[in-house]
């Protein structure tokens, strides 16, 4: 059975820093492309920020350049999420992503992330 497990959400402060992971199993990690998306109250799911397998290279959506970071502990079949300088407009339900480059892809159920002060 496929699963994308997150956790570390939370209600944080302004300025404050998160720290998301996903655990995945049922699948070959190391095989897949393990994004993090948001999806906020009222809006489309958007992408966050990416790794790619073919060449390990890491995308990030405009919004968190420069205060989020992915990383993936293939060991541990885990992707993180470190968000630092968090802002209001990150308030949103945050999903682990994974993607097989082909027709396979898995949703997690999402960790909630709250920032208010």
């Known amino acids: 059975e496929v699963q994308l497990v997150e956790s570390g959400g939370g209600l944080v402060q302004p300025g404050g820093s998160l720290r998301l992971s996903c655990v995945a199993s049922?699948?070959?990690?190391?095989?897949?492309?393990m994004s993090w998306y948001r999806q906020p109250p009222g809006k489309k799911r958007e992408l966050v920020a990416g790794?790619?397998?073919?060449?390990?290279?890491?995308e990030y959506g405009d919004a968190v350049k420069g205060r989020f970071i992915i990383d993936s502990d293939d060991a541990h079949n885990t992707v993180y999420l470190e968000m630092n300088l968090l802002r209001p407009d990150a308030t949103a339900k945050y999903y682990c992503?994974?993607?097989?480059?082909?027709?396979?892809?898995?949703w997690g159920q999402g960790t909630q992330v709250t920032v208010a002060s």
């Open positions: 049922g699948f070959v990690f190391s095989g897949y492309a």
């Open positions: 992503h994974a993607w097989n480059y082909g027709q396979l892809n898995y």
């Open positions: 790794i790619r397998r073919a060449d390990g290279g890491i």
